[in-house]
């Protein structure tokens, strides 16, 4: 068995790992097909942002009568969770790793898109990836380790 510090750390590279492909081949590649499930990421969350640099209104309420951008995401994130309730009896840390990375990507994701100045400030990776004029790079929201380890931060120093 994997010790406890072991699967912690693991299952936070896991998580990031994750959270790079998802973001990259699902909410950008199928994503970019408008009769996906997965359009919501490109053709409303990114629109929205695009028009309102890095605002989106749609995380003001949670509201789960909607089916807008921020209620696929949370339906998303569900199913990541449950995917992963069978590895919590063998991998308790493992997983609980997991779960934390995915509410600190919500808890950071939220905050970003309505409050773009601490964005800036606190998520440049994923200011960048909206503002800085390549959304084909910076994949990663909530710490950018994937993208510096797969190559894709690219950071925007133009950007004031």
Not at 12 to 33: F, R
Not at 67 to 73: G, P, R
Not at 78 to 100: D, M, N, Q
Request: with cysteine.
């Amino acid at each position: 068995m994997l010790s406890l510090a072991a699967q912690f750390i693991l299952g936070l590279l896991y998580a990031n790992a994750g959270e790079w492909l998802m973001h990259k081949y699902i909410l950008h590649g199928l994503g970019q097909n408008q009769h996906s499930f997965w359009a919501y990421h490109w053709h409303e969350h990114h629109a929205v942002c695009a028009k309102n640099a890095m605002f989106d209104p749609g995380y003001q309420s949670v509201t789960l009568t909607t089916w807008n951008a921020q209620t696929k995401e949370l339906a998303a994130l569900s199913g990541i969770v449950l995917l992963h309730v069978p590895l919590f009896l063998l991998f308790p840390l493992f997983t609980g790793a997991v779960y934390a990375s995915l509410m600190l990507y919500y808890y950071k994701h939220r905050k970003a898109h309505l409050d773009p100045i601490w964005a800036k400030q606190h998520l440049r990776w994923h200011y960048d990836h909206h503002l800085g004029g390549n959304r084909a790079a910076n994949w990663c929201v909530t710490w950018p380790w994937f993208d510096y380890l797969m190559g894709t931060r690219i950071k925007n120093n133009t950007l004031e």
